[in-house]
Each structure stands twice: as structure tokens, then as C-alpha cells.
């Protein structure tokens, strides 16, 4: 992309919210996903620029690449959580913060990353993000030492997707959510306030098409507000 006299490299995801129930709330979710980024980004967290395109038929979510230099000829090394612990912890299907803590052992990653990792699977529960598999998270690659945590992306309220069939799921609100593990409780704690932003965010947007969605996100910032209270 030409960008005030230089270029950037992107991905581009985009839905045409007319052509029914089920593409109006993907492109609603592309909306969610630019949120998300750019709740996690004013709050300090390392993510993914993003910016949020409409036009009369269609919703564009660009996404800069972080895989790419300045100059969009060359490629920064890059490794998947997935990669790793395919390699390393031997299970892809723990959360992200139980493959932090493995890897942390063997060196592959500081405690910076351990914690923040953490804090990622956090927000993500507390977002309705139910696509946070390992393929969801990754690293630059560095020549030695730990290696460090690539900017977040594909972080949205994956629980209110459409199917695979199509289906429009409900817009249900957001159920109780407690720690699972020793160490989550903190994680938490630290999340709750983001998430509320998050919510909020959400709620008051002009991007989105639904008002459903709306309302839903507005209880969902009532909601994970209560339960922030109770995490401490």
C-alpha cells in the first residue's frame, strides 16, 4: 500500500453486509477485530495497525503486516505459537498461557512474554474470543536469547461468528467467567478494565450495522465489569 510517500505491506479480510443476516454480522465482527486492535494498542499492548474501511456494498478490515519490512521487500522472521509448541511442548491444544509457561522453561521465551501472553488469553475470554488457538499467536524470530511476542492479532468476539454452515448464531451475553488454572486469577484482574473498554467501545459505535450488537456489547461491559470486581 502507498502510504504519505512510502509503502506498507497488509492483509485485507471483507464482507458485504447486504447479502444477508449472516454477512452483515462478519462485517460487524471486522468492525469488533479493529476494536479490539486498537483497544489493545492505547492500552500499551503491542497489536496489529488496523483501519476500517466502508463503502455502500462492502467492509474492509486492513491489516498492516508485521512480517514485513518498511519497505515491503523483504520479510521479518516470524514463528507461530502453534510452530513452537508443536516442536517443544508436544500439545497444541492448550491455551496460550499453559504453552507460555512450557516454553519459558526451556528458554524459548522470557517472562515478559510468559505474563503477557497471559494477559492475551485473558482479554480474549473476557471478549468472547473462542478462536484462540495457537495458530492465533506468534513470535519474531531473533538470532539468540528468548525469542520476543509479535503483535497481537485476530482478536475479536469469535463466539458470535455466524457457522460454518452459514447459521447465524445468537447474540447471548457473555456467561460467568472464573479462573481455570493456578495464576489465571491475575491475569484476570489485569484484563477485566481492558475489556470493559472494550465492550464500551464496541457499544458505541457508529461502524457497526446491528444495534443487537449494540446492546449486547453495552451488557457485556456491564457484565465483565462485575466480574472484574470480583476478581479483585
Not at 62 to 78: A, K, M
Not at 79 to 100: E, I, N, Q, R, Y
Not at 139 to 157: E, I, K, N, S
Request: include cysteine; proline fraction near 5%; hydrophobic fraction near 45%.
Amino acid at each position: 500500500m502507498e502510504h504519505e510517500g512510502g509503502r506498507y505491506a497488509a492483509l485485507v479480510k471483507f464482507a458485504q453486509p447486504t447479502a444477508g443476516e449472516a454477512a452483515e454480522r462478519w462485517a460487524d465482527l471486522l468492525v469488533c477485530e479493529h476494536l479490539a486492535l486498537q483497544c489493545l494498542r492505547d492500552a500499551g499492548v503491542p497489536a496489529a495497525a488496523s483501519e476500517i474501511l466502508q463503502a455502500d456494498t462492502h467492509t474492509f478490515l486492513e491489516v498492516q503486516r508485521f512480517d514485513r519490512t518498511v519497505d515491503v521487500l523483504g520479510r521479518r522472521g516470524f514463528v507461530s505459537l502453534l510452530a513452537l509448541s508443536s516442536a517443544f511442548v508436544g500439545d497444541v491444544t492448550v491455551d496460550w498461557g499453559t504453552a507460555a509457561d512450557a516454553l519459558l522453561t526451556q528458554g524459548w521465551v522470557d517472562r515478559d512474554a510468559q505474563a503477557a501472553l497471559g494477559r492475551l488469553h485473558a482479554f480474549g475470554r473476557l471478549i468472547g474470543n473462542s478462536d484462540m488457538h495457537q495458530g492465533n499467536l506468534g513470535f519474531h524470530l531473533v538470532d539468540r536469547g528468548p525469542l520476543p511476542l509479535a503483535p497481537a492479532y485476530d482478536m475479536l468476539p469469535m463466539s458470535l461468528a455466524p457457522s460454518r454452515t452459514g447459521v447465524l448464531r445468537a447474540a447471548t451475553p457473555l456467561a460467568p467467567i472464573a479462573p481455570e488454572r493456578s495464576g489465571q486469577l491475575a491475569h484476570l484482574h489485569w484484563a477485566a478494565p481492558l475489556a470493559v473498554d472494550y465492550w464500551q467501545r464496541v457499544a458505541g459505535s457508529v461502524l457497526l450495522r446491528s444495534g443487537v450488537l449494540r446492546d449486547l456489547a453495552a451488557e457485556n461491559a456491564r457484565r465483565v465489569q462485575a466480574m472484574g470486581q470480583r476478581f479483585g
